[in-house]
């Protein structure tokens, strides 16, 4: 599959993650997000942008527990759960927000 | 991507036999491995242009070396005993589902180019050759049996249908037909470690976070160590353990019951991962290169034992396979089994006094358990026949103040698969991954409405994916699901042991 931004066709996987990474942008992203039925607040962006800051590091997205202590940091101890990521990203923080964000899927037995 | 399509079972009481629905499941289809996936594990990057020649000289190959699989081939007598035994059957009523016809999907070829029967008479006794149409069949519904064995149990021959799944895999990565995810996680444990591909740096990270949190929540410095050389136990446990919920309250269980131990233990990056995805695709040299790592890794750090943490076919491969595959571990201290799972080292702790659990921290909670298929019919967790059920009961009673075991067939040696395992735990097969809950759901409403159950305790990663992703399809909270040392965490005194 594909997605269009800016004028612009970006090659996806057949689950709609990003082939290429550096294809990223902020356009795009509001474009899989739509695909995805989610509605971009700025909450939805923190957790997006920690994503990319994580995996610009670390080569991978992080884990839950890692992004519930940096959303908190941000946006306060009631968003302090895993919880609040979910109501964020129904379909799980992890693979929904990665997708997003244009990061691989976290693969494995999660 | 588009939404993948699914539709929630209604669920039943206990036992019912659903009505038949042929074709409900054979579009269900999971994504095909692409050459960056099969190349790296030595199978072809596509489907090769002789595939019929090929899939049969496999075949051949695999009734050479495994006598088991020509056995079962061979001595079904269609009696009927498997067909209401898979979750999968129960929850989608796709003929096809039934073991039975899960295996005959391998038994009409065989036939056809093994038996000399089947050679003459063809069809007439159910011998047939290869199409295309065969091997998408092949494709889709190897692909929706998680290898469980809860079958086998019932099957009067004791017929496994498991080993017949995992050789129609190897039959298809061999002439490049793989599946994506079983065979692009096993491609990450070659390159990085683990299953989810979590390099050591973000490893390192992860775990100092988890010791924070620790000392912040309990005012105790409970360690998380990494690649420590001279340590007794090397603890290897799934990598989900490291990245998701709830499996991670369970790592922060282990680790405060080593801390309270006073015992010496360390993880490694090299062997991140307990998980061995090899036995999904029933490869024997994929299976054995995943384990070598733990090998490795307990040579390089001059370890005494090994201990494997919460996962269910992990603790297959190590506790039944992990001496052939990767020994002889005669470099170990002989005193320990090779290798020992958590839940017999915590269980040991309990009964001699080395930790206290304060049970009153869960009295909130009624607790059930969900056996793990791997652990139930193929492991113990102890000397003992049956340990692997009573181990972590003994640890959930001894953490819980309210325990209730749900209905005897969907417990112990008849526990139902969660309807993740064998490699179906990924987002295309939610439709059947959903379906094949359903009976394990059914059990869980029993007891829920029964004795008022809130948490179901799991011992394997992908149980615990599997669950939090599904349950809520059925209107249960995701935080419903908890990890047995999760509730040891919540119960552990910590301090005050010298």
Redesign the interface.
């Known amino acids: 599959?594909a997605y269009t931004a800016d004028g612009k066709t970006v090659e996806a996987d057949?689950?709609?993650y990003l082939v290429n990474i550096n294809e990223w942008s902020e356009g795009l992203a509001g474009e899989i997000a739509k695909?995805?039925q989610i509605n971009m607040t700025p909450e939805h962006w923190e957790v997006v942008n920690f994503l990319r800051e994580y995996y610009n590091?670390?080569?991978?997205a992080?884990?839950?527990?890692?992004l519930t202590?940096a959303i908190t940091k941000k946006l306060g101890a009631d968003k302090a759960s895993?919880?609040y990521l979910?109501e964020l990203f129904p379909y799980?923080p992890?693979?929904q927000a990665c997708?997003i964000a244009g990061l691989?899927k976290?693969?494995?037995?999660? | 991507m588009a939404k993948v399509p699914y539709t929630v079972p209604t669920l039943d009481v206990l036992p019912t036999v659903p009505s038949i629905k042929p074709g409900a499941m054979s579009e269900l289809k999971s994504y095909v491995a692409v050459a960056a996936h099969q190349e790296p594990l030595g199978f072809p990057g596509e489907l090769v242009a002789n595939w019929e020649q090929a899939a049969v000289a496999k075949m051949g190959e695999l009734l050479g070396k495994y006598k088991s699989l020509r056995v079962y081939l061979d001595m079904c007598v269609k009696c009927g005993a498997c067909t209401d035994k898979c979750h999968y059957f129960l929850g989608s009523g796709d003929p096809k589902n039934m073991p039975v016809a899960r295996q005959d999907l391998m038994r009409d070829i065989y036939r056809y180019y093994f038996t000399p029967t089947g050679k003459v008479m063809g069809a007439l006794v159910g011998a047939k050759p290869w199409t295309r149409e065969r091997l998408d069949d092949w494709y889709n519904y190897f692909h929706q049996c998680s290898q469980c064995r809860r079958c086998s149990l019932f099957c009067p021959y004791g017929i496994d249908t498991a080993e017949i799944s995992m050789a129609a895999r190897e039959i298809m990565d061999s002439i490049g037909l793989g599946q994506k995810y079983c065979n692009e996680i096993i491609g990450k444990v070659h390159k990085i470690g683990n299953n989810l591909g979590l390099p050591e740096p973000a490893l390192v990270n992860t775990l100092e976070g988890l010791e924070e949190d620790v000392l912040d929540a309990t005012g105790h410095a409970v360690k998380f160590p990494l690649d420590v050389e001279g340590a007794d136990v090397l603890f290897v446990t799934p990598s989900a353990d490291f990245f998701a919920e709830p499996h991670v309250d369970g790592l922060i269980g282990y680790a405060k019951v080593f801390h309270q131990m006073g015992l010496s233990w360390t993880m490694s990056s090299y062997a991140s991962e307990a998980g061995n995805f090899g036995m999904f695709i029933g490869n024997y040299e994929q299976m054995r290169k995943i384990a070598m790592r733990i090998r490795e890794a307990a040579i390089q750090l001059k370890v005494k034992r090994i201990v494997f943490g919460e996962c269910g076919h992990a603790w297959r491969v190590a506790y039944a396979f992990l001496n052939s595959l990767a020994g002889p571990f005669d470099f170990l201290d002989p005193r320990y089994p090779v290798p020992q799972h958590i839940m017999e080292l915590t269980r040991g702790a309990i009964l001699s006094g080395a930790i206290k659990l304060d049970s009153s921290a869960n009295a909130d909670k009624v607790v059930t358990v969900h056996d793990s298929c791997n652990i139930a019919r193929a492991t113990r967790m102890g000397p003992e026949p049956g340990s692997q059920f009573e181990y972590p009961r003994f640890v959930l009673q001894a953490a819980c103040p309210k325990f209730v075991d749900m209905h005897p067939d969907a417990t112990r040696e008849r526990t139902f698969c969660c309807g993740g395992g064998g490699g179906l735990l990924t987002d295309e097969l939610i439709d059947i991954r959903i379906k094949g809950a359903k009976p394990r759901v059914e059990a869980l409403r029993d007891v829920v409405e029964q004795h008022g159950v809130t948490h179901m305790a799991s011992m394997c990663a992908i149980c615990k994916s599997q669950f939090t992703k599904v349950l809520p399809y059925y209107g249960y909270d995701m935080g419903m699901v908890q990890s047995v040392h999760q509730l040891v965490s919540n119960a552990i005194l910590l301090g005050g042991n010298s």
Do not use: D, L, S
């Open positions: 599959m057949e689950e709609g695909a995805e590091e670390y080569q991978i992080p884990a839950i527990r890692v202590k895993n919880k979910y799980g992890a693979k997708k691989p976290p693969t494995g037995c999660v």
